[in-house]
């Protein structure tokens, strides 16, 4: 009988363990995270942006407004904010057919996190410009 109250303390003992290590690492996740706001003029009006961040790196980025061209910004949108994450740098392509989404929204995510000094903003000035070279070859 006593061999069985032992187990049981010790199970306890461990499952309150468990939950307050769970508790602490949430905690400390939650805390370790930050977002920042930056907006930018988009094709038809203003794009703003929510950037989370942790460990100075970029892990999320929420449309918060926008008002460009339904049936065209989605793949803009999907494309630069997966290459933000993933290449940590806004110098990527814009996507083509929306250039003006795509520049308007790399320069909000630059507007939010220019502060934090994480992005070259220097590296990134060729890739946050419209161009039109196809244009010039009259």
């Known amino acids: 009988m006593k061999t069985y109250k032992l187990k049981e303390k010790i199970f306890e003992i461990c499952l309150g363990l468990f939950f307050l290590i769970g508790i602490s690492l949430s905690i400390w ?3 370790s ?4 706001i930056g907006t930018s003029q988009g094709y038809k009006g203003p794009i703003e942006v929510e950037v989370t961040l942790r ?3 970029i892990i999320g980025i929420k449309i918060l407004k926008e008002n460009d061209t339904k049936g065209i910004k989605e793949n803009a ?3 630069i904010i997966n290459g933000v994450i993933t290449k940590q740098s806004i110098a990527i392509d814009s996507i083509a057919g ?6 308007g929204l790399k320069k909000a995510i630059l507007d939010a996190v220019e502060s934090k000094h994480i992005l070259n903003k220097e ?8 161009t039109s070279d196809f244009l010039d070859n009259d």
């Open 55 to 57: 460990d100075k790196k």
């Open 123 to 130: 590296e990134a000035q060729p890739y946050l410009k419209i």
């Open 77 to 79: 949108f999907r494309g």
């Open 98 to 103: 929306a250039s003006y989404t795509s520049v």
């Open 29 to 31: 996740d939650n805390n």
């Open 33 to 36: 995270k930050e977002s920042v």
